[in-house]
């Protein structure tokens, strides 16, 4: 029988980095608040324990900590013109679930999207010309600045105690860091980690180059650390067992750490796990979300939960279904480029190239992050005149662990079985590296998300339809970037370097790489542009604000996870500090 | 087919190669031929050592044969069914994997593009079952004969065929089944040794990954560039 609890002044739907963030931000100014959590209650402590946890069949080939494809998928294809089908079981990227969400498996890489990209379309237009952007590139300045998010960037990288070297302190180039980062108001929390072999190798090709390479950000601290929060993350242990993993050492930051503890002593909070939210209660009419209705998963009752504020914090396929379902924004049509729900719907353009080298690598020793990056090949951080595309990515070496089921890279050439193959594999497991091309993803006019008309998920609803290809400036970013890897990776002064590997051809539902989605209720500066304003609150109920990675307008280059952060406390202190006082739009349209 | 007694011994000799738990590994094969005995792994070369699950005899002759091509025993490691390979696919076949947990099996079932993935309504199972049956039936079409009867180089070709796209399974795609059999295959050589698979942690030493507990904090430094031989411990070995 369906049950209706007690009202509370804000509900959250989905408890990662969003929901979490945000949950402390509105309980601190005296809201009570509940948080639904379709997975079940987990703790790094209790559930990501030696010696289980380095389990890479369990963790990484079997994916025991994502979200279970019996119960919800996604459907791909390629264009609007194809039949979606089913992904089955998650074979290129996999969701997360449960409390902490991606965010307490996550390899903890946190960046700060480049300023340009917050402004692309004005400054693309401003430095190439006003037709220098194609029309199927559906781009769009995100409705917010960089030195807007500075200061929520700030305060996320201390709740996390990111590891990592200032490049711009405010305003002033600092030796050894990214000299391509908008200015910082402070030093990351805690010094770089230690440096891998695998990234003197690259930092030494790099410099050779003229490059100015530097410990890349992370959030896998590297001396004991105690957060604003109060709350401790221990020091990281260079496991090599990251994505996809808890963190044993509570060392990697995770709403699970660096939050939850604080939250679940407040009473303000009240968090219930094994929630499934299945839909919103919106009243069209008063423009007004009054609620949502969840499935206890424990006891199969159907739940509401009435709420002044809504606050979707899931995954973006998860936020861009509510609002779907709600019927809260007109769809995009990709046919037409109107309507704004599902629209921008971007990923991650990953390449790379393989190289094998005398030196001791010893990938086991390993953390979330790559060792060390390169940022001038990042969103326009170099000239695009003439190139044929736009955005870029950093270059990094690969340092995430040598788990051997999936690490061990042999030389163009060599059987793929048989006594050669092992000779191969003794040989050079501990003699590759990897230079990574992590590339933007810019949004096109045929890549978006809407309900699939066939295939549906457990609890009946339309599974989300993936509609998305790499596109010519895709392939063509890939490929430039990736070159410039290779001549790293021929600096390195490396016995054999491989081919390198752009992104080249479809998207394949078999081709694994990043698990980062953008976009499908993207923010702006008007409501026939976007789903949500600069503050994250949608354009048509003043009271539903959708936070996270769906609200980017398309994919930097950089890893998304920091810019999450940042977003949900600037989302936050707009609630707290303007919408509270008066609620309604923040902005008028 | 090679002698069992001979592929034995020329391991043992390349056994000082990956340290002395992989010959402690064979101390029941030593302690056989010191007796004049034989163990009922060097009698039946390729045959499990673990009871079956759910693989059928022909299944797990099969699979042997498949993963005794992949990984022969040499101065590297054991032959692949003495890394205990077919227990691992057992035992994964026999549990919720191989059962089709988490999997999405609603349809209606199409066909798609390639890049679309695995579309069948088979659970892992099943695919096994089916994939082995077509192969047999193709390898005796081609060569007269089920797959794990035929001699090394044969069963070398007809896996190049496989891979290469070319073998013409019934109804079946070969190159896909190809692909699971190989994935399963590093899998269970390269897993920790719990599922049954890469017993005495012999593909770890034949790479050096030193296994648990990676607990290097205050050796990242001290071994950065330097050849470091950490004798492997799995999860068996500190629980």
């Given at each position: 029988?369906a ?39 987990r703790t790094?402590?209790?559930n ?14 079997r ?38 969400g ?25 430095r190439?010309?006003k ?21 929520y ?40 980690l ?10 030494k ?41 808890g963190?044993?050492a ?53 739940v ?32 037409t ?28 020793i ?11 090949f ?18 990094c ?23 050669a ?11 590759n590296?990897?230079l ?12 978006y ?13 339309p599974?989300?339809?993936?509609t ?15 070159a ?9 002064g490396?016995?054999?370097?491989a ?30 542009s ?24 398309q ?35 | ?10 391991f ?29 792994t ?12 759910t ?13 005794d ?18 227990t ?10 191989g ?7 609603s ?14 309504a ?9 994939g ?32 290469g ?5 019934v ?14 295959a ?6 920790d ?27 990242a ?19």
């Amino acid at each position: 029988m369906a049950k209706t609890m007690k009202h509370v002044d804000a509900v959250c739907v989905g408890v990662g980095w969003a929901g979490s963030i945000m949950a402390r931000e509105l309980t601190k100014a005296g809201l009570t608040v509940v948080g639904l959590e379709r997975g079940a209650f987990r703790t790094p402590g209790e559930n990501f324990v030696l010696p289980t946890v380095r389990d890479e069949l369990k963790y990484r080939l079997r994916l025991d900590a994502m979200l279970d494809t019996s119960i919800e998928t996604v459907t791909a294809r390629h264009n609007p013109d194809e039949v979606a089908l089913p992904m089955r079981r998650w074979e290129t990227y996999a969701m997360g679930d449960g409390l902490g969400g991606n965010g307490l498996h996550w390899n903890g890489i946190t960046w700060r999207f480049s300023p340009s990209e917050f402004v692309l379309r004005s400054h693309l237009t401003q430095r190439y010309g006003k037709n220098a952007i194609p029309a199927e590139m559906t781009i769009q300045d995100w409705g917010v600045t960089y030195d807007d998010l500075e200061p929520y960037y700030d305060k996320f990288e201390k709740l996390c105690g990111v590891s990592g070297k200032a490049g711009n302190l405010k305003g002033q180039i600092v030796e050894g860091g990214n000299p391509f980062e908008g200015p910082r108001s402070s030093e990351y929390p805690n010094k770089p980690l230690i440096l891998s072999q695998g990234g003197i190798i690259f930092m030494k090709a790099a410099k050779s180059l003229g490059y100015k390479p530097f410990p890349t950000p992370a959030s896998n601290s590297s001396a004991p650390y105690t957060n604003p929060e109060g709350l401790t993350i221990g020091q990281c242990q260079y496991c090599g067992h990251c994505e996809f993993f808890g963190c044993e050492a509570n060392a990697k930051a995770s709403p699970n750490v660096c939050l939850l503890p604080v939250l679940l002593r407040d009473p303000k909070f009240e968090l219930r796990t094994d929630a499934y939210v299945a839909r919103l209660d919106y009243d069209k009419r008063a423009k007004k979300v009054k609620g949502v209705v969840y499935i206890d998963r424990r006891t199969g009752e159907e739940v509401t939960q009435p709420a002044d504020l809504v606050i979707l914090t899931a995954y973006p396929f998860n936020n861009v279904l509510l609002l779907r379902l709600a019927g809260i924004g007109e769809p995009y049509d990709p046919h037409t480029g109107k309507g704004v729900v599902g629209k921008n719907y971007c990923y991650q353009t990953v390449g790379g190239v393989t190289f094998f080298i005398e030196d001791e690598i010893n990938p086991w020793i390993g953390t979330g992050t790559s060792a060390a990056s390169i940022d001038e090949f990042q969103a326009d951080n170099f000239d695009h005149g003439g190139l044929g595309f736009f955005g870029g990515g950093y270059i990094c070496v690969s340092g995430s662990g040598g788990r051997p089921i999936q690490v061990r890279a042999v030389p163009p050439g060599t059987p793929r079985w048989g006594t050669a193959w092992k000779a191969a594999t003794a040989q050079w497991y501990n003699h590759n590296l990897t230079l990574t091309t992590h590339g933007c993803q810019y949004a096109h006019r045929a890549n978006y998300l809407d309900l699939d008309p066939t295939y549906r998920d457990a609890i009946g609803r339309p599974l989300m339809r993936q509609t998305f290809n790499y596109r010519d400036n895709d392939h063509k970013m890939s490929a430039y970037i990736t070159a410039k890897a290779a001549e790293i990776a021929k600096a390195t002064g490396a016995k054999i370097v491989a081919n390198p590997q752009p992104r080249t051809g479809n998207f394949g539902a078999t081709n694994g790489q990043a698990t980062h989605h953008t976009g499908g209720a993207i923010m702006g500066t008007n409501p026939r542009s976007s789903v949500v304003n600069r503050y994250l609150q949608n354009w048509q109920a003043s009271n539903l604000f959708v936070v996270g990675g769906s609200a980017y307008p398309q994919n930097a280059g950089h890893n998304p996870t920091g810019t999450i952060g940042a977003l949900s406390y600037w989302s936050a202190h707009a609630i707290t500090t303007q919408y509270l006082k008066s609620p309604g739009p923040l902005v008028h349209a | 087919m090679s002698d069992p007694t001979i592929r034995r011994r020329s391991f043992l000799q390349g056994a000082g190669l990956a340290g002395t738990a992989a010959a402690a590994a064979l101390s029941g094969g030593l302690a056989g031929c010191a007796t004049g005995q034989t163990t009922q792994t060097a009698e039946k070369p390729g045959a499990p050592t673990e009871p079956l699950l759910t693989l059928t005899p022909s299944e797990a002759a099969f699979l042997g044969a498949v993963y005794d091509t992949f990984i022969p025993a040499d101065q590297y490691s054991p032959s692949g069914t003495d890394c205990g390979l077919v227990t691992y696919i057992d035992r994964q076949l026999a549990g919720a994997w191989g059962s089709g947990a988490r999997f999405y099996r609603s349809g209606p079932f199409r066909t798609g593009k390639p890049e679309q993935g695995y579309q069948l309504a088979l659970t892992p199972r099943e695919y096994f079952a089916v994939g082995i049956a077509a192969a047999n039936d193709w390898s005796r079409k081609t060569y007269g004969k089920d797959f794990d009867r035929l001699a090394p180089p044969q069963r070398e070709e007809a896996l190049k065929t496989m891979d290469g796209g070319k073998a013409e399974f019934v109804d079946f795609n070969s190159k896909r089944f190809f692909e699971t059999l190989y994935q399963s295959a590093m899998e269970g050589f390269f897993a920790d040794p719990i599922y049954g698979g890469n017993r005495n942690k012999v593909s770890w030493k034949m790479v050096n990954y030193p296994g648990l507990p990676a607990t290097y904090a205050t050796k990242a430094e001290e071994y950065r560039g330097k050849k470091v031989s950490l004798p492997p411990q799995s999860i068996a070995d500190l629980s």
